[in-house]
Structures are given as C-alpha cells and as structure tokens.
C-alpha cells in the first residue's frame, strides 16, 4: 500500500453525505488515479445498531478526508494477533466503508465502467486492506475502469441469527447491499456510469457475489457478474443449523438464560466486540459445517430456496471459473495415507443416505484401478477429490442452472499458471508444490498476492495483461473478448457456454491461453452426478 504522506492530494468530490478528498496515487503521466479511501456507506454498526440490518450514514459537513482504509471487522487471529494487527490494522466493530480508485482523465460521455469487489474469508475473516490500492490503479484503473472494494461484518457480527424476524441473520449480506446502493447513488460523482456495474469477488466473496444475484433485495443493482471460486451452491457457503450454532457461541460466552430473542440480543450487545470474532485456526462449530457463521435461507434476504430465486433474479452476463488445484489449500498438512483419503472424501458425504456407499461409489471413481501405490498419484487424486468438493462442483452447478436461466452469455474459465512464490508461507504447507491453489489468480489483478508480494517475473506480466485485459473486457463490453465481435484482444476467442455444452472454459497459462471443451475432463461433473444420486 502506498505510504500515506508520499501523495499529492486528489480532487474533491460531493456525495450525497458529504464532501471527500483522498489521494492521487498516480500523479505523473496521462493517466492519473485518485483513491478515495475509508468513505463509510453505513452508520457505525455500534451500540443498539449490532446484530442489526445496516442503516444509512449521518450527513457530515466540510471535508472528510479519505486518505487510508477504514479499520477491518471484528476477526479471530489468523496467523498471530501481534503480526496480523501490524500488518493490517486492530480490528473493530466499526467497519462498514469502501474505497473508491477512479480515472482522472476525462470518462466517456456515459461515465467509467464501475468495477466493485467483494473480498472473501470463508465470511469469518477478510477486508479491503488485503488487497492493497496502488496495484488497483496500475493494473485495473489504468485500464478504464472505476474499482471499487468494500467492507462488510464477518463472524457473529454479520452472520449472528436468531432464527425469527428479531435478527433473521446475513446482516453480512445487507452490508454489502447497502454498499451497493451507495455505489449507485453516488458512482457518478466520481466518474462512474450507474448503469454499468460489474460485481466481482472470491471464494467467499464469490458466492456472495452469486447470493447477491439471487436475492430480490440486490440483484437489480449491478449488471453483470464475476464469482471467482465460489458459489451459492458451495456447500460450505450456507448452513440451515446458524441459529443453533448462534446460541452455542452465545453459551460460550456466558450467555445461557433468556426469555426471548431480544434478550438474548441485548445481552450479547453488553459483551465487547472482540468476542465475536472466529479464530480461523480453530473453529468452534457443529460437526456437519465447514466453516463457523456464513449466509442461511432466511426467508427475508432470501425468501425462496436458491433454484427458486435464480429463475426470477435479473439475467446477468457471466464470467466465472476456478484455480487449477482450488483444493490443494484445504490440504495442508494431508499425506498420501488411506486415512488421510477417508477424511477427504467424508467431508463430500454430509448429506448422503447411505454415506459409506457414498465414500465407496467416490474412491470407485476416482482410483478405477483400487488405491494406487504410487504416492504422488495418490496425493494428486486426493486434491482432485478436495477441489471437486470445496469449489469446483458448486462452480459447475452455477453454470448449469444460470445458463438454464437465462440467455444472457457465461464465460467459464481455469487459471492453471502458476509462480511459486505467489504462495508465500502456506507453499510450504502444501502437500503438492508444482499447483496453483487457491486465491493464486488475485495477485494477476491487483498485483498484490494475500499470501506474500513478490516481483513479478516476465510470465507473471504476460499472464497479469491476458487475465486483467478479460477481466476489464468484461466490465466494459460484457465479453471478455472485447468490442469486436468477432475477433478477441485475447490469444484465442473465448467462447461462452451453451445448453449443449455447460462446461467449456478459457485455460489461462503460462504462455497464453486456449479453449478447453470439457472441465477437467468431466471429472467434476462426475462428482455432482454420484454425489446426487445419494442425496438425502
């Protein structure tokens, strides 16, 4: 991020609250960008607003100076307190702001194409920080393009439910909402076209993306869509036991007696912030969850099941797709041992009739031949069977019903490429070095990894140009080609997905990039199919 004291000011803009002024985090040359940073959307979700629907900020007069990010919410220690605070900042309640990186020259006559992104964090865990400012403007700004990233509340401070109309729960979600609203009630002032609104985000931020697109509340305010590794179908992104496992956090903390929803609330509103947060490390939820407090079916954000509500959402233009190895990062510390295997491939049998019949008819599919010997192989199928299940087959299943949905175009894509050091310190946790994972295909956008920073080599910059040229193609035209029909600013023309075929994707490389017609070779589709068919 860039040093706070080393810029001129930027220009000073009106919106509908008041008057802000950042930075020019590039002041030289023809193409300059200013950064207005920690603009809060919300009021301050303090006091007797916690656990509530955010509500719209106070007016303020005379300038508010928007020079650094806003603090991040309310989080357990990923790494170490100590480390994490240095590095990005104490947490706190008080969260809800979003930066806005904007072209200084002169924006076509309907305004900038308005990228907003959604950052990820299993929603226990994440913020705007992460993802840095100055490679935002190099990278993405530069090209056109008005970005916007935003905060929202993690942990029980976005996802604490009640189970009735008191807090239905995925205040979370509504954060991100009014974000939304702010963005298009304000965009302009700032260069923006309102009516070209690209909503992008990842892994948990993805599937908020899609969630976004679902919801009656959101999804009339954005116009078309990038989920990175993440859906609403992820079977981690939602969990129907929230309220059950709100009130087992509320006993951990002493919180055992009460006589109705709003008591339970107002005693939990009496404990500091900093209770509230979930240690990534270590959980502390029901044994058929993934993660700790993420988005339910509540009948309010979400009146109707998602396949319900995906019939009646907006038709949006799609892009979306998934790392080589998406898994690999749920691996750390996996051997290739049989029983190591058995406690990847229970995690794909939660909801099974018969769950061993289930884990039988998956190692059939994936090891034809038995178990192999070979270590390596092994090890391989198993990150197979872990991508599949945390990513790849919500991914799929995304495709599928949105191309049945709607006619509008989805363009499906892999990032296969692949710098070591992208990965930073979990690299050496991997049980496979030579695969990208997870959150690797950030740093080819922002020029920052969440894992480490590092220089980009010549490969790194050809890839960062194809991806961010789809990426920005996108924003703009709706196709990640680009204007022209019928040519592409990319090394081949990228077909979008059909009723015929429902899995064929854009590969990004090291060298370039190619059309792939099956995902990976029908593997995952295998996977849904199997999985399925014993389905409760």
């Known amino acids: 991020m860039g040093n706070l004291f080393s810029y001129p000011d930027s220009r000073i803009v009106e919106t509908s609250y008041g008057k802000v002024q950042g930075r020019r985090l590039i002041y030289k040359g023809d193409k300059q960008v200013d950064a207005f940073q920690g603009i809060p959307f919300a009021k301050r979700p303090l006091g007797e607003l916690r656990f509530k629907k955010p509500e719209l900020p106070d007016i303020w007069d005379g ?14 220690p990923f790494y170490h307190w100590a480390v994490d605070n240095i590095l990005m900042g104490t947490p706190s309640e008080d969260c809800l702001y979003l930066n806005v990186f904007t072209p200084c020259w002169d924006a076509p006559k309907e305004g900038f194409p308005v990228m907003v992104f959604i950052h990820g ?31 929202y509340r993690v942990g029980y401070m976005g996802f604490m439910t009640t189970g009735d109309s008191v807090c239905p729960g995925n205040n979370g979600l509504w954060d991100q909402t009014l974000a939304l609203r ?22 948990a931020g993805s599937a908020s993306v899609d969630m976004l697109h679902l919801s009656p509340h959101s999804t009339n305010l954005f116009h078309k869509v ?21 009130k087992n956090k509320a006993a951990r903390l002493g919180v055992t007696e009460y006589g109705s929803s709003e008591e339970f609330l107002e005693k939990l509103r009496a404990l500091p912030a900093d209770k509230f947060g979930v240690c990534f490390m270590k959980r502390e939820k029901e044994p058929e969850a993934d993660f700790e407090t993420v988005p339910l079916i509540d009948g309010d ?10 019939k009646k959402a907006t038709p949006k233009p799609m892009m979306t797709g998934v790392t080589k190895e998406e898994g690999l990062i749920f691996m750390a510390g996996k051997k290739a041992t049989e029983e190591h295997l058995n406690e990847i491939i229970t995690l794909a049998v939660h909801e099974a009739k018969d769950k061993q019949k289930l884990a039988d008819d998956l190692k059939a599919m994936y090891f034809p031949n038995g178990i192999p010997e070979d270590k390596d192989v092994l090890i391989r199928s198993m990150a197979n069977i872990a991508s599949d299940y945390w990513f790849n087959a919500g991914e799929l299943e995304m495709c599928r019903k949105t191309v049945a949905a709607q006619d509008e175009p989805v363009y499906f894509y892999v990032f296969e490429h692949l710098n070591t050091k992208v990965l930073g310190f979990m690299g050496k946790q991997l049980s496979i070095k030579d695969l990208n994972t997870h959150a690797c295909e950030l740093f080819y956008l922002f020029k920052k990894g969440i894992f480490a920073n590092v220089t980009p080599t010549e490969e790194d910059n050809l890839v960062m140009d194809i991806f961010s040229t789809a990426f920005t193609n996108f924003a703009k035209f709706g196709n990640p080609n680009g204007a022209a029909e019928d040519k592409s600013d990319l090394p081949v023309y990228w077909e979008p997905l059909d009723k015929q075929n429902q899995s064929r994707n854009f590969v990004f490389t090291s060298k370039d990039g190619h059309m792939n017609e099956h995902f990976f070779e029908g593997r995952t589709a295998k996977f849904v199919e199997i999985v399925d068919k014993h389905r409760a």
């Open 63 to 76: 300038i508010k100076e928007t020079k650094k990010f806003g603090p991040r919410g309310i989080v357990g």
């Open 226 to 246: 990038i989920p990175m590794a993440g859906s609403a179908y992820c079977r981690w992104a939602s969990n129907q036991n929230m309220p059950q496992q709100c």
């Open 182 to 203: 702010w963005v298009n009630e304000n965009i302009e002032a700032f260069g923006g076209n309102k009516n070209n609104i690209t909503l992008l985000g990842q892994s």
């Open 121 to 151: 964090g299993a929603f226990e865990l994440g913020d705007a920080i992460s993802y840095g400012d100055i490679g935002i403007c190099e990278n993405i700004v530069s090209r056109g393009v008005l970005f916007v990233t935003i905060q």
């Open 301 to 310: 954000f979400f009146p109707e099941s998602f396949d319900e509500l995906r």
